[in-house]
């Protein structure tokens, strides 16, 4: 899958309390947004250092158990190790939205912890996958928030945001369609964030994957 992503922290701001990261290998695809708290310590810290751990425990502790449940086991050691940190970011928290897709079945898996968002774009459809959860889950009941998406058709495509996105314009989901229907996605992508930072409120990351 191609993939286009912009992160863009809020006026004056210093640091950017959202981040991101995309991982491909042989195997899969790993997609992650974070919006770390605002109210609590370190957002940068945590939405950062989330997006970094889900995929390093998974190539270094996990990888073996097979994709989803190797990302499942992923995504508890990364928040045990946010809850656990102590000093100045002691208690630093970040939601974490990512796509998992699996390249040798072609099957994706997904996950939201917080109010970030996925949206699934397929056969003219537009689908909310992760609807506002709690930000601070027990970490043993993580591993059951990995959701099965089922086979990718050939037009699946997926927007993975921050708050900061979806709640900043409100034909947001139109907007994005636009932007994967369109054929020079990348300057439609450029023209939509422009049009986000008009009436920008937050820090907001947009990440869209299509075929």
Known sequence: MKHIVKSVPNKGKLKNGDSYNFYEDDSVIIAIVADGVGGN?????????????????????????????????????????????????????????????DKKTLKYHYFGIGDSLILKFENDTIDELTPESAFRIQPDELPSSIKS???????????LMTDGISTNRKGYKDELALIINSENWESKFDQIMHLNQLTQFDDMTLMLLKP
């Open 41 to 101: 310590a370190c957002d940068w810290k945590a939405s950062e250092q989330a997006c970094k751990d889900l995929v390093a425990f998974y190539n270094n502790k996990f990888k073996t158990l097979g994709v989803k449940l190797g990302l499942a086991q992923s995504l508890r050691k990364t928040y045990e190790k946010i809850y656990s940190t102590k000093g100045k970011c002691k208690g630093m928290l970040t939601t974490l939205v990512a796509v998992i897709i």
């Open 149 to 159: 998406g089922g086979k990718l058709k050939r037009n699946t495509s997926f927007a």
